[in-house]
């Protein structure tokens, strides 16, 4: 009989063991939600906001940088204004159609309510006032905890709204032609950064204004202008917190070819830069998302810095 319940102790012990490694061992994270937003405003002289080719290149790139990570799926708010159905019958752009349909995408993504399936946002290459339902209900999603990653003419985004502009960090100014540079990085260590080692990017540099090195992380800059090369701090790409969510931000992006390294029109850059860019843009949506841990903490200025703001 001491046999029998030994045994069956034994069994039990077992079971209870058993169940307990399945119930205590974690599953594995469901991937994070994330929103790319690529749609472009009117401007307020009558005009669409500009449209980068570069847009469906990047909505893709970042899919698959979602995919092939595991960290991420990804949802868009997008209107490709060529599209037949914003076509007038006589061949030209229905801008009314066009206009109503990014507000309707808006409304449903964008809103408060909208934006709780979300982790993150990302706007690639925005441009405009866009017609948000709620826009300090977006910052104040931010600010709660969620990150937000933008890049190039995000911006140029906002201009008249300048709570995003501060909680973005900067906003474009001007820009020159297109040139390449080999951008400094204060801080070579984060991830963001640490595949451009040697890297000389060739896109369009903007010249962004109202950027205060003092509230900021910087990941990327330059030390002179990059087209008349005179001396100054001048902004490509920094990092920072929000309250208790997270912002990126970096100005390269207007080319297909630093999107991606199979680019076969007109190229200008290596495959490596864009293989570079691809690495910073999923660690960067990866630090947002709070799978990464960075120093967001805004480094020592000069007072040359401090000056050189671009107003």
Known sequence: MKVINLALSSRLLA???LFCSAACTPALAAPKKVLVVTVNAMQDKGGRGFRHSSIP???KVIAELGKKSGAFTVDYARVEPNDPEFKTPEGKRDEAKINAAIEAVLA???SPAGLKKYDAVVFANTTGDLPLPDRQAFLDWIKSG???VAMHSASDTFHGYPPYIDMLGGEFQTHHQQVEIQPLMPDPKCP??????DGKVFDEIYIIKNFDAAKVHRLLMLDKHPNEKTPGEYA???CKNYGKGRVFYTSLGHREDVWDPTWDKDRKNSKAVAEAYQASILHAIKWALKLENWDAKPQPVTQAETTNKHE
Do not use: D, I, L, R
């Not at 963001?192 to 080692?197: D, G, I, K, N, S």
């Open 15 to 17: 079971a209870t063991a």
């Open 57 to 59: 290149v990047a909505e």
């Open 108 to 110: 449903e993504k964008m």
């Open 146 to 148: 969620k990150g937000f």
């Open 192 to 197: 963001a950064c640490a595949h451009f080692p």
């Open 236 to 238: 490509v790409s920094w």
